[in-house]
Nanobody, 120 residues
Framework: QRQLVESGGGLVQPGGALTLSCAAS????????IAWFRQAPGKERERLSC????????YYADSVKGRFTISRDNAKNTAYLQMNNLKPEDTALYYC?????????????RGQGTQVTVSS
């Protein structure tokens, strides 16, 4: 059974940093493009970043460009989202998702998410 499990969320002060992890099992990780999303209460899901399975090319939403960094370790079947200079508006449930097609599809296979709260 294929699975994605996020970890690393928590409470952080504005300006702080967190690194989220996305551990995969049950499928051929190397073939999948990996994306990070977030969803805050009352708001639509927001695609934050994606890393290609083909060549590691990365893509970012304007809202996080320059602050967040996506990466993947294919030996560990794990992806990461390094988040710096966090702002209160970054508070949301963060989750990773995987798809074999590309970074520009609707990602239907996702994890349960990890909560990030940015507050003083």
């Amino acid at each position: 059974q294929r699975q994605l499990v996020e970890s690393g969320g928590g409470l952080v002060q504005p300006g702080g940093a967190l690194t989220l992890s996305c551990a995969a099992s049950g499928f051929t990780w190397n073939y999948y493009h990996i994306a990070w999303f977030r969803q805050a209460p009352g708001k639509e899901r927001e695609r934050l970043s994606c890393i290609s399975a083909i060549d590691g090319t990365t893509y970012y939403a304007d809202s996080v460009k320059g602050r967040f960094t996506i990466s993947r370790d294919n030996a560990k079947n794990t992806a990461y989202l390094q988040m710096n200079n966090l702002k209160p508006e970054d508070t949301a449930l963060y989750y990773c998702a995987a798809d074999r097609s590309s970074c520009f599809v609707t990602f239907n296979f996702r994890g349960q998410g990890t909560q990030v709260t940015v507050s003083s």
